[in-house]
């Protein structure tokens, strides 16, 4: 067994979020303060899915995956058979996996003598797979026992005839739709896929999947259960339908940007996207010269504090906390704050909060805490919500570089007063290291439900 001080690093990357389908993508447009907000799409219908629950209205806008929701089959040696009825967010994952190991400087298609496992965040209720099973296995009798009522003098030959008239109509069932209409099952799949057959986990944690994921990887490495870990995240594309159920449970704004830490902030607008990061313990990357883009420092993962406890503040407060605990001097000790800023005004409210707490004794010989959000440009992509966070930090330690976010700079912004021990970012600058210490920064999330998740992240010393 390892010790707990044993450094684990990210030696890949992968994401693919709105406009952006590559990290390099990702890291130009975020040094550009280019949106990737387009208008959500009209329904063909011409139905609104807000009809099914009046008083939550859809946003008006998106960071959508559009044509990048996509994938190389032939680069990843899938099925040439893949069409109707099949889940492409199985495909999406294994595009990411793929990338994230090519990126790591591994052979993902070769037999390999290291030990891979696979952590996985993904929480999609349904997909083309699952429901094309649904059909095969209950609708159809469903729909038949309807017709049987509404026409009782039918024959058993007429609803037989039907039966088989609606089950022409639908795709094919095959045995890889129903290993793919769950998420246990694309997980397995894609293990087996890329031979990372020494473990697989699959989490549902929200917008802290990626931090579910990390905190498990992190303890099969420094366990010595595997020597390559990947942590892969996705929020595949929403459709209205389903954006009308989360608007019940997560505020979408009215406008067309998202506003966090100002008094218009009004709620959030979707994104999608997804991400995938391999890790490996530093001395083994070392020995391998392996490509080194940051430390990890801590993580943590918190179901929730009650109302009464605290609530979101508290939640948060505590999550950072265990996540710092490693750092001797907490917060003081980060430069850069990578924010939830989701412009749900719960959740800002909490985040500034805490901001101003952690700040209040930062000190005058320490340089100002730098914040910002990836949400700004890239929506708040729900499951993979962390995964862009995380994303956005590791290129920035890596790059040395404090990257800017797209806030409207106006008497409304409330994280903009001279008095403050903290800015908001809001043109790209280098990342000017302290020489007492390397550079570090915080990814954190949180919901509405309480729960939240953070990382530590730290420059990796030459």
Known sequence: MLSHADSIVFTGLSGCFGNAPTPRALWK????KQSAFIPLPVAEDGHTADELFPGFPLPERIAALGENFACQSDRIQLPPDLGIGDNPDFWFAAQLM?????????????????RIALFMGYDASFNPASVNWLWHANAIAQVVSTLQRFFPNATHAQMGAIRENLIETLPLLKPRHLRHARGDGIVRELAQTFAACDSVYQCTAGEASVFAGLDAAINALRLGQCDVAVVLTLQPPISQTQLAGESCLLPFSHGRTLLPFTDHADGTLPGEGGAAFVLRRLTDARKESAKLYAKIHGC?????????DGGLEESLRRCLHRALRRLPNGFRDIDYWEMNASGVPEEDAAEEALLNRVTENRGAHLPL???????TAFGHTL?????????????????RILPPSITPMDDTF???????????????RPWIAASTRPRRL??????????????ILEEVAE
């Open 98 to 114: 793929f990338d994230a190991l090519e990126d790591a400087g591994l052979s993902p298609t070769a037999k390999t003598t290291d």
């Open 369 to 375: 805490l730098a914040l910002g959000s990836a949400k």
């Open 29 to 32: 447009a975020i040094l550009r």
């Open 442 to 455: 915080a990814v954190s999330t949180l919901s509405r439900a309480g729960r939240a998740g953070a990382a």
């Open 300 to 308: 943590a993962l918190l179901a929730g504090i009650p109302p009464e």
């Open 383 to 399: 499951t993979a919500a962390g995964a862009l966070g995380l994303l956005k930090g590791i290129l920035a330690i890596s790059h």
């Open 414 to 428: 409330r994280l903009c007063k001279p008095e403050h021990s903290y800015y908001w970012v809001q043109e790209a």
